[in-house]
């Protein structure tokens, strides 16, 4: 017997207490179609199950030579593509679609191996004093002012900006447009964003060439000068593609997850003063703000490339499956009774405690930096600041919500 597949929406796509405690209880995995989308995915909400299909070899990203099942009219890996590339160049959109997400096996551990031996501890390490000078000096501008601030328009993306052009390497006569570029591309209104894109990928090549004559400290540098005897080195359209994924990933998720966080305790008052009063406890705030707000609810789409059975479902050689990764990260039988309570003192086992940064091959690469930037702006805004407070009422806040996901802050107005 055929099913009808669940149409869900924005709002089920963000409350852990909803659709998705119904579906954890379910033999099989339920049959979904995600907000904005038409293709019916088979979605994974429990915690160990999640775990499972992030590091389940037939589980694909790269649909290249599977072909779809019988009926399949649609797919939500184009549905997404043809949204986020609508209106750019072909050689442009290329850069896009060249994500790391989207590769598997040895195709993706030849493009993520040289990032991740450019992202060493001590290049993190080494950017804490710039992040904190950087919040320092936007948070003391809109302090001044009289008027609640913005802290995501005005603090988090410039933040999360500055910092991308600090470990690329942009130079500092060069930063102002690139900047501008970046947030064309990435986060403004929307209609210059093939002009931000185009100007972020010339300005790329541009930097590409001088760090092949001139080395220095910087990733751009690290990536290419990185050479392994029996490795195929990177060319420029790959440089280019990770400066891109850069952007993509390390700017717009972050500055979204420090509003969201900084939100959250302003949402539990009683774990925002015992922060306050209690300063040491923010190693655990932490990760207990990654997994409580989890701000990529829904992981990149897989396919079965071949028939088997997962989680107690039969999968046919080309169904699409996804992870609710927000569903994992409450899920009562991985934290307890109430895994929807924001506790700063939570302590977790062995390694994350949390899927925020997802697991397996395709776990962050920038998860350390993730880490540095979320303690210095919580020990910098609500801190250092303790009268720090939402600048308007809670049902006043604006969200919006994208393709496949649920709501995001627009704005977050805070009086410091």
Same mark, same amino acid.
């Given at each position: 017997?055929?099913?009808?597949?669940?149409?869900?929406?924005?709002?089920?796509?963000?409350?852990?207490?909803?659709?998705?405690?119904?579906?954890?209880?379910?033999?099989?995995?339920?049959?979904?179609?995600?907000?904005?989308?038409?293709?019916?995915?088979?979605?994974?909400?429990?915690?160990?199950?999640?775990?499972?299909?992030?590091?389940?070899?037939?589980?694909?990203?790269?649909?290249?030579?599977?072909?779809?099942?019988?009926?399949?009219?649609?797919?939500?890996?184009?549905?997404?593509?043809?949204?986020?590339?609508?209106?750019?160049?072909?050689?442009?959109?290329?850069?896009?679609?060249?994500?790391?997400?989207?590769?598997?096996?040895?195709?993706?551990?030849?493009?993520?191996?040289?990032?991740?031996?450019?992202?060493?501890?001590?290049?993190?390490?080494?950017?804490?004093?710039?992040?904190?000078?950087?919040?320092?000096?936007?948070?003391?501008?809109?302090?001044?002012?009289?008027?609640?601030?913005?802290?995501?328009?005005?603090?988090?993306?410039?933040?999360?900006?500055?910092?991308?052009?600090?470990?690329?390497?942009?130079?500092?006569?060069?930063?102002?447009?690139?900047?501008?570029?970046?947030?064309?591309?990435?986060?403004?209104?929307?209609?210059?964003?093939?002009?931000?894109?185009?100007?972020?990928?010339?300005?790329?090549?541009?930097?590409?060439?001088?760090?092949?004559?001139?080395?220095?400290?910087?990733?751009?540098?690290?990536?290419?000068?990185?050479?392994?005897?029996?490795?195929?080195?990177?060319?420029?359209?790959?440089?280019?593609?990770?400066?891109?994924?850069?952007?993509?990933?390390?700017?717009?998720?972050?500055?979204?997850? @420090? &509003?969201? =966080?900084?939100? /959250?305790?302003?949402?539990?008052?009683?774990? %925002?003063? *015992? #922060?306050?009063?209690?300063?040491? +406890?923010?190693?655990?705030?932490?990760?207990?703000?990654?997994?409580?707000?989890?701000?990529?609810?829904?992981?990149?789409?897989?396919?079965?490339?071949?028939?088997?059975?997962?989680?107690?479902?039969?999968?046919?050689?080309?169904?699409?499956?996804?992870?609710?990764?927000?569903?994992?990260?409450?899920?009562?039988?991985?934290?307890?009774?109430?895994?929807?309570?924001?506790?700063?003192?939570?302590?977790?086992?062995?390694?994350?405690?949390? @899927? &925020?940064? =997802?697991?397996? /091959?395709?776990?962050?690469?920038?998860?350390? %930096?993730? *880490? #540095?930037?979320?303690?210095?702006? +919580?020990?910098?805004?609500?801190?250092?600041?303790?009268?720090?407070?939402?600048?308007?009422?809670?049902?006043?806040?604006?969200?919006?919500?994208?393709?496949?996901?649920?709501?995001?802050?627009?704005?977050?107005?805070?009086?410091?």
């Amino acid at each position: 017997m055929t099913t009808t597949p669940v149409r869900l929406t924005p709002e089920d796509i963000e409350n852990p207490a909803g659709a998705y405690a119904r579906f954890r209880g379910q033999r099989e995995l339920p049959q979904v179609v995600l907000p904005g989308l038409d293709t019916p995915v088979r979605l994974v909400t429990r915690y160990a199950d999640v775990k499972a299909a992030l590091t389940e070899p037939r589980l694909v990203r790269d649909r290249t030579g599977i072909a779809a099942p019988a009926g399949a009219e649609s797919d939500p890996q184009d549905e997404l593509m043809a949204a986020a590339f609508d209106g750019f160049p072909a050689e442009y959109a290329t850069y896009l679609s060249g994500h790391l997400a989207l590769f598997d096996g040895g195709e993706h551990a030849r493009r993520r191996a040289p990032l991740t031996r450019a992202f060493t501890a001590r290049r993190i390490a080494a950017l804490r004093g710039f992040v904190e000078r950087t919040a320092d000096e936007l948070l003391a501008g809109l302090a001044a002012r009289d008027e609640p601030a913005d802290l995501l328009g005005e603090f988090a993306y410039p933040l999360t900006t500055h910092l991308v052009c600090e470990l690329v390497g942009v130079e500092e006569s060069d930063r102002p447009r690139v900047c501008d570029w970046i947030r064309d591309f990435a986060y403004g209104d929307g209609s210059r964003m093939v002009e931000g894109l185009v100007g972020i990928v010339d300005h790329v090549r541009e930097l590409v060439a001088r760090r092949r004559s001139e080395r220095t400290e910087d990733l751009v540098s690290a990536l290419v000068h990185d050479t392994r005897e029996g490795e195929q080195p990177l060319d420029e359209d790959d440089l280019i593609s990770i400066v891109v994924l850069l952007i993509n990933t390390g700017i717009t998720p972050p500055a979204l997850f @420090l &509003a969201h =966080g900084l939100l /959250a305790l302003f949402d539990h008052p009683d774990q %925002l003063a *015992r #922060l306050r009063a209690e300063p040491k +406890l923010l190693e655990r705030a932490v990760p207990e703000l990654l997994r409580h707000v989890t701000l990529v609810r829904i992981g990149a789409t897989l396919y079965a490339a071949e028939d088997f059975e997962f989680a107690g479902t039969a999968l046919r050689a080309g169904d699409p499956v996804t992870v609710a990764l927000l569903a994992a990260d409450h899920d009562p039988q991985e934290y307890g009774e109430a895994p929807e309570r924001l506790d700063i003192a939570r302590e977790f086992g062995r390694g994350d405690g949390h @899927l &925020a940064f =997802g697991h397996g /091959a395709h776990y962050c690469l920038g998860a350390a %930096l993730g *880490r #540095l930037v979320t303690s210095v702006v +919580l020990e910098q805004v609500v801190i250092r600041r303790p009268e720090a407070a939402l600048g308007v009422a809670r049902d006043e806040l604006e969200f919006g919500h994208w393709p496949a996901d649920g709501f995001h802050l627009l704005r977050l107005p805070v009086r410091l």
